[in-house]
Every structure is written in C-alpha cells, then in structure tokens.
C-alpha cells in the first residue's frame, strides 16, 4: 500500500492525539472502568477523525479506506485497548451502514452528529443467545401505525452506557432468519430503554460495555437503515469494515507490547547480564516482530482490495475481500494472545501485577479473539471461501 503525505498528516494527527489525550489518563479511566466518551470523541470530531472515510456531505474528510486503516493502526499505541476498541466502534462499527444505505434524514440526525463528536452511538447486535450467531437474535421490531415496537435484550454493548444512538438488529418479520432482519436507529433516551448494567470484564476496562433492555420502545418507521429485511446482509457489510479496522488496531498494540518488553529485559539484570541479552528472548522478540509485519502485509493487502471495490461504487465486499478481512482477524487475535503471554514471561514476577503495561495487555487483547466473530466463525468463512466445505466453490488466488 502507497502512502501519501495525506496518509502521514493521519498518522501524526493520531499519534499526538494518543500520546496527549488518552495515553496520560489512561490509568485513570481503567482504575475508573470508564472515560468521557463525549469529550474525547468531540476532540477527535474537530480534528476530523471519526469520519476520515465519510462523505465529505455529513462532515468526513471524504478519504478513502486506507486513511482509517492508518489511523485505526496509530490508535494501537493506546495504553488503554478499551479506549481504542471504542473509538473503532463510533468510526467504523456501528456507522458503516448507516453511511452507506441511510436516508439523507438519519445522516443529518445520527451519522453527521457522529462524525462531529456531538453524539456517540453503539451497535447493538449481540444477545445472551447469540454472539458470533447473529442469525439467531431474539429482539423483535413489530409495525404499530408507523412506528416501529421494539422489544428484546442486547449483550456486550460497547459505548453502551454512554450512547446517545444505537444502530440496532431486530428481526422485522417471521421469515427466514438471513433475510427478516432490519437494523434500525434506536435514539437511548427512547421511554423503555434500560441501561441494565456496566458489564464488570476480564479487560478492556475503560470501554463501558453494557447490557441493555428495550422494553416496547417505540421509534417512527422511517429510523429503519435501507430496507426491511435486508440487516443481515447490511450487518455482514458493516462487519468487513470492523474486522480490518481491528486488525490494523491490533498491530500497532502487539508492536507496543514489544517495545514495552525489550525495553524493560534490556535494564532488567539476571545473572550477570540482562534479560534481553540471552539468546532466546531477542530471537523470540525478534520472531514476533516478523509475524506482526507479516500481519501488515495481510492488512495492507486486504484494504487495497476494499478501496478499490469502493471506488467501483460496490457495495458489498468481494469473496476474496472477506476472505482476507477475516484471515486478518484471525490472525491478529492469535498473534496477539501469542505474542502478550510469550512477553510477560520475560517480565517475570514483574509481568504478573495486575499494574503492568504488559499484563493489561495480556487481558485486553484476548477479546480480540472473541469479539467481532470468534475465531470459529471466521475459521469457517475461510473454509467456505476456499470452497472446502459443501456447496462452495474454491475461490482463485
């Protein structure tokens, strides 16, 4: 992938913003399980980063995808992952959709608000019952004149506590369960929405992660995004957009783990030398930095893919975009559980206190796995792009 300077202008402008207004609170809002989302993301709204891909119309820069890429990257410096994984979800998770198939109404009221750090908005598609199974949603979207009755219960909600709009998936009919869902923009002081509870996490403690109870909310018809019964497909969409961004998040945080590691086993004395000096841990570091370059390469290579389809005007990702978007994924949540646990061996006692850098590493990066699809699902999308499972195709390199 070619950088221009417009692609290095992002990158310092997030560098700054990191190392001024998150990096020195970081320890603060973990201690606290929560930050100013508001404030951070209004920040981040002036300086045009919460919008780098968007139509220059609702208030983004109007760059294409290469730019977030970049600046989801250089948000990996963070030393709060809870606080990185919530900016992903206000730039490229919960507003793929709505920028892509939204009325020009839900632009002015939810996406351009977004954009500008006015408002912060959620996705709310996991359930109890269904997590990586989006097909399986419980919540219901019934017509009432012309509103829309929504009831059901959303899980691990990130920006939940805070948001003022949700971009939520409801099953708007009894059909087939691919094709009766809608996503629909759910405004959070709606009568019969109840922040439930902050879910008490392993890590990523600063990202306020709720779970949320729509009881008979009532939202006009016209908050529906594109068309009735076709939120699967539009969530599958969004999805691509949210492994990549966190893929080239992941990168920069697995470098960091590092840095923070040769940094500490080259001062840290052991048997007349240091740490750093035995043979075993400089070629292990050594080894973990090409796997992360090997991850960029992957990244890189998928974003050229997806800029260029965006420039044909598609819509949908390509096969072999989802192949490698979910390649990406994969392998940054691997190389990242990898690469945190063979690091804190070499902090020793150190490494274990719950206050080091690398044991909350060590914590945020494990839902990386997890989140986003596990790497189950993603496992399986692979094979079925490789035409190894029945009914698929083998699709050409």
């Given amino acids: 992938m070619q950088f221009t300077e417009t692609h290095e202008d992002i990158r310092r402008t997030v560098r700054k913003l990191v190392d001024n207004d998150i ?50 990257e250089e948000l990996g410096r963070s030393r709060s992952g809870g606080v990185a994984m919530a900016i992903g979800v206000q730039s490229d998770m919960c507003t793929p959709a709505l920028a ?34 989006v097909a399986n949603i419980k919540t219901t979207a019934r017509k009432d004149g012309d509103d829309y009755v929504i009831r059901g219960e959303k899980m691990w909600i990130t920006n939940g506590m805070q948001a003022d709009w949700m971009c939520c998936l409801c099953n708007t009919s009894e059909g087939k369960p691919h094709l009766n869902k809608s996503l629909i923009v759910v405004p959070m002081d709606t009568k019969g929405v109840e922040r439930s509870r902050k879910l008490h996490k392993l890590g990523m403690w600063a990202s306020d992660t709720a779970q949320i109870f729509l009881d008979d909310v009532r939202v006009p018809q016209r908050y ?18 949210e492994r990549l961004w966190g893929a080239a998040n992941t990168m920069r945080g697995i470098e960091t783990i590092i840095e923070d590691t040769i940094g500490y086993t080259g001062q840290r004395q052991v048997f007349g030398g240091t740490v750093l000096d035995n043979q075993v841990v400089h070629f292990r570091l050594a080894e973990l930095q090409t796997e992360v370059e090997a991850l960029r390469a992957l990244v890189y290579r998928c974003t050229e893919l997806y800029v260029d389809e965006k420039a044909r005007g598609e819509t949908q990702a390509s096969e072999q975009v989802i192949k490698l978007a979910s390649m990406a994924k994969l392998k940054a949540g691997r190389l990242a559980r990898e690469a945190a646990d063979a690091c804190m061996q070499y902090w020793g006692g150190m490494g274990y206190m719950w206050e080091s850098p690398v044991a909350r590493a060590y914590r945020d990066v494990r839902l990386v796995s997890i989140g986003a699809g596990a790497d189950e699902i993603m496992l399986g999308i692979i094979a079925k792009m490789m035409g190894i499972l029945p009914g698929k195709k083998k699709l050409r390199p």
């Fill in 23 to 72: 990096n020195p609170f970081a320890d603060e809002w973990e201690e606290a399980q929560t930050f100013p989302a508001h404030e951070l993301f209004k920040k981040m709204g002036d300086l045009g980063l919460l919008g780098v891909h968007r139509d220059e119309a609702w208030g983004g820069l109007g760059l294409d995808y290469s730019h977030s890429v970049v600046a989801a």
């Fill in 224 to 241: 529906l995004i594109g068309g009735e019964g076709f939120g699967f497909m539009m969530q599958m969409a969004q999805f691509q957009e």
């Fill in 100 to 133: 892509t198939f939204g009325s020009d109404e839900l632009k002015r009221d939810f996406l351009a608000p977004s954009i500008a750090g006015d408002l912060v908005g959620c996705l709310g598609v996991s359930e109890v019952g269904a997590g990586s199974d």
